[in-house]
């Protein structure tokens, strides 16, 4: 008898399983996913929180809904058979998911704020993993000496489209992954297995510029913060996955998105906005990490009345972008925010916005407590080339000018120069271009630039360096306090600048251009180091493709990142010489991280590229791999004689 029924139970929880299939598809679908992956609903599949209810709580569930919540009760229209049916078919959907090495560490995930002010020299708990954006780690088992037998561990296949642009978060063995469009995944660091899937659901109307990219999420306590296309801002438990919080930000009727990750300051939680590439007025918002509440917002446009509305010909301050689409830097012994703000609207018409166009282009200090702007320091006057300014603030302690100690501020922008500013007052230490720079005779003493006239965008075109590419993208350096060097991505470009705008229309001229054109074949790129008391380059390594990887540097004397080619690379931090190099398969846009886990150091790089870096795209350039690829997460640890080194594609084994 207890043969026949063992031999019968494959056949009866196949029939169930089958059932469950077409109750779900039928009834859960359209909230949860054909795959039950998540859509507006959680992701059901995620082995963590699979764990954490039995059959019986599941059947309640389905049973009776979540009061509170969008998920209703179906008693009526699913029996007591259909419910367990489905129980099983969730079952089965998570049982074929690669499995973790253990659940979720307990107790939950909690992030503090001293955590994040004094991170450990394990952890990568923020975007640039410190509040000053330095991307340096204090782990030194992977050096110069031994980084050579640095082999993939596992790698996690998203399945997203549209590459990867994001810097992982790493937290007490769990890797948190966003990615285009929305997604967030938390993935054991140990196996590459995943934990939960968050998909936002987006509505079909989106305005953004530059793909539907993602570069980040912030955690403080237990709860992750994305920012999303459609310009809100989520708080997701980080144990689960499950929304905790949504607020609308901005309205996509405005021309605003969100595709950075936010700033955690102290009891706030802090985010810009994408969209100064359309008609918009960027801002800066303060929320309450626990209710989403609005503390306050700081406008990068002013307003009528407002000091600096007078740097606005006309009503063109109404929609004159200054978008703050990249992450800020916080320094709480000043209890002071620093921002960086992106190019006025339009980009390269300056008739119809005539004078200084603030603060666009510029970096904002602003009080954390209330946002009231303290100081600012403006990088390009009226710009007409797209130069944002919203390149990381990178925060060095020490920094010797003129025979004394500063607390600076350095920041490369995509004007083509390394800024170095005092951060208590905004004053003006120096700008020392890194690239060929044609549109500025220089900076005076007060650090004002000097506009070269032959550089303003005409009907017929002029040729500026850099051009709209910048000499640097968004992608992030890094500063290590040991060489007293900063690391670049670097971009070496020019380009045709046209304007078809307000003075052309007045002399009633044929319709032309308005905008740039690339010039082709004279691109390519440069890792380079800089002084950062000098701001004069210490080493550069000149690459192929233009830079548009970001920086790591490490107390193992390392400098890691990789490129448009697909190589992830290690340098000699002191000297540029090229120690290590692994093909990824794509090209990489994102920053590589170091972490340590159970008493040893591993480094973590997103690969996955689409879209174009500053415009240079697939045609002609057969370097780029994978133009419309999705991402994969790398996990890197050093090859041990003896130990077990099984490389896991974590998406596809288990």
């Known amino acids: 008898m207890r043969v026949a029924v063992l031999l019968f139970l494959p056949w009866l929880v196949h029939a169930q399983t089958g059932r469950g299939q077409t109750l779900f598809t039928q009834q859960c679908a359209v909230c949860h996913g054909a795959t039950a992956e998540g859509g507006s609903g959680p992701d059901l599949t995620s082995p963590v929180w699979q764990r954490s209810v039995t059959d019986e709580q599941l059947q309640a569930v389905i049973r009776d809904g979540i009061r509170g919540t969008a998920m209703p009760a179906f008693a009526g229209r699913v029996d007591a058979s259909g419910r367990a049916a489905l129980v099983a078919h969730l079952r089965k959907l998570s049982a074929a998911a690669i499995q973790p090495f253990n659940s979720m560490p307990a107790p939950e995930i909690k992030v503090s704020w001293e955590d994040l002010k004094n991170p450990g020299s394990g952890e990568w708990l923020m975007y640039g993993r410190d509040s000053g954006n330095q991307r340096f780690s204090p782990l030194k088992d992977i050096h110069r000496g031994n980084v050579r037998n640095l082999v993939p561990l596992w790698s996690f296949q998203t399945g997203t489209p549209d590459g990867l642009e994001a810097t992982p978060l790493f937290v007490n063995g769990v890797l948190f992954l966003s990615t285009s469009w929305n997604h967030v995944f938390a993935i054991d660091a140990r196996t590459g297995a995943e934990l939960w899937h968050y998909k936002r659901r987006l509505p079909e109307k989106l305005k953004y510029c530059c793909?539907?990219?993602?570069?980040?999420?912030?955690?403080?306590?237990?709860?992750?913060?994305?920012?999303?296309?459609?310009?809100?801002?989520?708080?997701?438990?980080?144990?689960?996955?499950?929304v905790k919080w949504d607020v609308e930000v901005g309205k996509v009727e405005d021309n605003l998105s969100i595709t950075s990750p936010p700033l955690v300051a102290g009891n706030r939680i802090v985010t810009g906005v994408a969209g100064g590439d359309y008609p918009s007025r960027g801002f800066i918002d303060a929320y309450d990490p626990a209710t989403g509440k609005r503390l306050w917002r700081f406008h990068t446009v002013p307003g009528e009345g407002e000091k600096g509305v007078e740097t606005w010909s006309g009503d063109s301050f109404k929609t004159g972008g200054a978008a703050t689409w990249m992450n800020g830097s916080f320094d709480p012994a000043l209890n002071l925010i620093y921002w960086g703000t992106g190019n006025p609207f339009p980009d390269y018409d300056g008739d119809v916005r005539r004078e200084s166009n603030l603060f666009s282009d510029c970096v904002v200090a602003l009080d954390a407590g209330t946002g009231r702007?303290?100081?600012?320091?403006?990088?390009?006057?009226?710009?007409?080339?797209?130069?944002?300014?919203?390149?990381?603030?990178?925060?060095?302690?020490?920094?010797?000018?003129?025979?004394?100690?500063?607390?600076?501020l350095v920041h490369a922008d995509r004007n083509g120069h390394f800024f170095a500013l005092d951060r208590s007052s905004g004053k003006f230490l120096y700008a020392k271009p890194f690239v060929k720079v044609t549109w500025t005779k220089g900076y005076d003493s007060n650090g004002r630039a000097v506009t070269n006239p032959a550089a303003i965008p005409t009907y017929e075109g002029v040729e500026v360096c850099p051009g709209a590419a910048g000499g640097k993208e968004w992608n992030a350096m890094s500063f290590s306090p040991l060489t007293r060097f900063v690391y670049l991505p670097v971009i070496e470009n020019c380009a045709m600048f046209y304007n078809y705008g307000a003075e052309a229309r007045r002399k009633g001229l044929p319709p032309g251009p308005n905008g740039f054109r690339y010039l082709p074949g004279k691109a390519f790129g440069k890792v380079m180091a800089i002084r950062v008391d000098?701001?004069?380059?210490?080493?550069?390594?000149?690459?192929?493709?233009?830079?548009?990887?970001?920086?790591?540097?490490?107390?193992?004397?390392?400098?890691?990142?990789?490129?448009?080619e697909g190589s992830f690379q290690a340098f000699d931090a002191e000297k540029g010489d090229l120690l290590w190099s692994y093909q990824t398969g794509?090209?990489?846009?994102?920053?590589?991280?170091?972490?340590?886990?159970?008493?040893?150091?591993?480094?973590?790089?997103?690969?996955?590229?689409?879209?174009?870096?500053?415009?240079?795209?697939?045609?002609?350039?057969?370097?780029?791999?994978?133009?419309?690829?999705?991402?994969t997460l790398f996990v890197f640890h050093l090859f041990e004689p003896g130990a077990s080194t099984h490389f896991h594609g974590g998406a596809e084994s288990k």
């Open 211 to 242: 793909g539907p990219v993602n570069r980040g999420v912030a955690i403080l306590g237990g709860t992750l913060y994305l920012g999303t296309l459609d310009a809100h801002l989520v708080a997701l438990n980080a144990r689960d996955g499950r």
């Open 586 to 631: 794509s090209g990489m846009r994102g920053a590589p991280i170091t972490f340590r886990m159970d008493g040893r150091q591993y480094v973590a790089m997103a690969s996955g590229m689409a879209g174009a870096i500053g415009g240079y795209t697939g045609a002609g350039a057969p370097w780029m791999r994978n133009y419309r690829s999705g991402g």
């Open 373 to 408: 702007l303290v100081w600012h320091y403006q990088f390009t006057s009226h710009d007409v080339w797209d130069y944002d300014g919203v390149n990381e603030m990178v925060f060095v302690d020490g920094l010797t000018h003129r025979g004394r100690r500063v607390n600076a």
């Open 534 to 564: 000098t701001g004069e380059p210490a080493w550069e390594v000149r690459t192929r493709t233009p830079m548009a990887t970001g920086m790591l540097s490490t107390a193992g004397n390392l400098l890691f990142t990789g490129n448009a």
